[in-house]
């Protein structure tokens, strides 16, 4: 009887240690794995590639001990990599970047997921479309630029990186918002071909994200009449916005960083503090300087916005592509 009793003690001070234990593991704060896997729907090299490693490089600073690592996943236009993060497990190791086009593709048929699969955590970049000539067009403003395309239907060429992209969208609310007719011109292999066909004289204009096109408007090749953004950019102050000039229209390619959905609301709160923190740091807002984008400063339920609204906005415009 004795031995049933001292083993019977034993077994609970053996399940009680198991259970502290447990316990202390449960509430020991994340990070408790160094490691955090970030997934870039991507290529390397490209804006959003360059803005997502320059947003974790500085995010690791502020949080002790944790390694961001990020990974490409480019395939599907960026819907592979997008849904690996919406499947990943809401535990704060796995999260990844979302684009502008999680916004899009639903509405096209090439994404099963949309803003409503993540919980936002901060976004470095929300680039505004810009209308760009050459710098030997006789158009000097946004009022005459919409004067003249009223006054020649069809007849201004627009350059954009394919039908339903981004640009074509923005070129496509520009024609709505002001009741005129473009062209639009495809280029598909994006940005370098459309400013090479800008300077060439093969189109008349583009709409488009201006980081593309910095060298060329600093070496006075081309202009900028104005910008679809609620205020005027870091890098181009000089350049007006739509709104200011009366016109309240705004357009925009932004990348967030999120976690799947479900993701315990403390986690959230760490890394969303640190963003805010990395946003203050001047080291960070020349990275993105040196690379010729203008940060934008934009933390959890304000990205989830952003994200709603835009989704919103595209599932009208989308219907209108053919």
Excluded: C
């Excluded at 986690?267 to 946003?279: F, G, N, P, V």
């Excluded at 993105?288 to 599932?315: C, L, N, S, T, W």
């Amino acid at each position: 009887m004795k031995n049933k009793i001292t083993i019977l003690i034993l077994v609970t001070l053996f399940l009680s240690q198991v259970v502290l234990f447990a316990a202390g593991q449960a509430e020991k704060p994340y990070p408790t794995a160094s490691d955090v896997r970030v997934i870039i729907p991507k290529g390397a090299g490209g804006g959003t590639d360059i803005s997502a490693r320059g947003l974790l490089q500085y995010l690791g600073k502020q949080i002790p001990g944790i390694n961001f690592v990020p990974t490409n996943k480019p395939d599907g236009g960026g819907v592979t990599g997008m849904v690996e993060t919406a499947n990943a497990k809401a535990d704060g190791y796995t999260l990844g970047m979302v684009t502008v086009e999680l916004a899009m593709f639903p509405h096209q048929g090439k994404s099963p997921v949309t803003f409503e699969n993540f919980e936002s955590i901060a976004a470095p970049i929300a680039a505004p479309a810009a209308l760009i000539l050459p710098a030997d067009s006789p158009i000097n403003t946004l009022d005459e630029f919409i004067a003249f395309a009223k006054a020649n239907p069809n007849t201004i060429t627009v350059g954009n990186s394919g039908m339903g992209a981004i640009w074509h969208i923005a070129a496509m609310k520009f024609e709505e918002a002001f009741g005129v007719s473009l062209k639009h011109i495809p280029y598909p292999n994006g940005t370098a071909d459309i400013v090479a066909a800008l300077l060439g004289g093969h189109i008349n204009a583009t709409i488009a994200d201006p980081s593309g096109i910095k060298g060329q408007y600093e070496a006075g090749n081309v202009k900028i009449l104005a910008m679809m953004a609620e205020e005027r950019s870091n890098l181009y102050p000089n350049v007006p916005t739509f709104k200011e000039l009366g016109y309240d229209m705004a357009i925009r390619a932004w990348a967030v960083l999120v976690a799947p959905k479900g993701t315990p609301e403390p986690i959230l709160t760490i890394l969303r503090e640190a963003a805010r923190k990395t946003y203050d740091d001047p080291e960070y807002i020349n990275y993105f300087v040196r690379q010729g984008i203008d940060p934008v400063k934009i933390i959890g339920p304000d990205a989830d916005e952003m994200m709603k609204e835009d989704h919103a906005m595209y599932e009208v415009m989308l219907q209108k592509v053919k």
